[in-house]
């Protein structure tokens, strides 16, 4: 069983396996700075790209000797000339309803894998029903929603399951002592209105907006707390690569209000590496018969903590540990439980994994 709070070996990170740059499409936002910082950090020579010459050029304090290209999504050849001699791309451009289809479109016409960072299910879920044969024909990995909200619930409930490869029931359980949403948060949020969904029953539905709030007890120390259903990505990437007929997600109030508060201010940096002081508790519990499985994982900044996901991935892609290719989960794509101890402590300050086949509750 996994204890209240069992330290878990560090894997190493791999070593940046390429030479070539990579591409970060929408580098000047909020995330795309942290995932530029952690492609300079990890030894990666970062593509800056944007439709704005003058916030790209504002990143001369962060990455100074990188090529910048002025692109956007209505001018394709513009996006080819960016990708040009790059090794992947990484879109952090959002909302991804505009973004994905022509950002992943050009990465294809480039023979290069595609990832982004977008939380936005309809269109993870769009990519997986309409690039995979695409994707498997140019012989790369196309990987979306490879951030907080899509990757991590993936990884963990992967993590969980073990040699497991169905479920009666996955819960991932979203505990935010607060969520200071960015401009680009908002955006999506008015983008995306009306468009989230739920897993159940063995289908994606439309979610339910009703205001269902119910007690909920999170890892300590967040305890007891009330609760209500949330929409995220993890529940369109875990469909797709594992038998389950539910992917139920919930998340504490706290945050959901924040969110939700057209006043609540946007997060501002708390630390040296330029981490807001928000922190995080994700747990993913899976239950199949009267065994249940749980990982949890802990750390501080969903924001900044995207940018050590994405490339993590990115550089398993470029070095060959993923050989998958199509449209791909974090879970599918690789090992769970190495992918996150890799990031532990890093970035994950707590990293709770079952242990082994025989690391299971009853009742």
Known sequence: MCSAHTPVPASRPVAWPDERAVAVVGAY???????????????????????????????????????VCVASIEDPASLDRAFHGTAAVVNCAGPFGATARPVADAALRAG??????????????????????????????????????????????TAALGAWTDADEITLAYGLDSWLPTLGSRLTGKSNAGQQLTYTAGELRPFDYSPAVFPWDFPEPLGRQDASPFATADQVTLSRHVRTPEVRAVMNLAPLKDVRDPDTPAPVPADAKGRSAQTFLVEAI?????????????GRDIYAVTAPVVVEAL?????????????????????????????????????????????ATTG
Request: aromatic content about 6%; glycine content about 12%; some cysteine.
């Open 29 to 67: 936002g909020h995330t795309g700075r942290f995932v530029v910082a952690e492609l300079l950090r990890r030894g990666a020579t970062p593509v800056l790209i944007g439709r704005d010459r003058a916030k790209l050029d504002g990143l001369r304090d962060l990455a100074p000797d990188a090529r």
């Open 112 to 157: 290069l894998p595609y990832l982004d960072v977008g939380a936005e299910q309809a269109v993870s879920a769009a990519l997986f029903d309409t690039y995979g044969d695409r994707a498997r024909n140019a012989g790369v990995a196309i990987a979306p929603s490879v951030a907080f909200y899509g990757a991590l619930g993936d990884l963990l409930a």
């Open 286 to 298: 899976v239950r199949r018969g009267q065994e249940v499985r749980r990982a949890v994982a802990g």
């Open 315 to 359: 550089a398993r892609i470029l070095d060959g540990r993923c050989t998958v290719t199509g449209v791909v989960a974090a879970g599918e794509a690789f090992d769970a439980a190495d992918f996150l101890r890799a990031l532990t402590p890093d970035h994950f300050d707590r990293l709770d994994l079952p242990t082994g086949e025989g690391d």
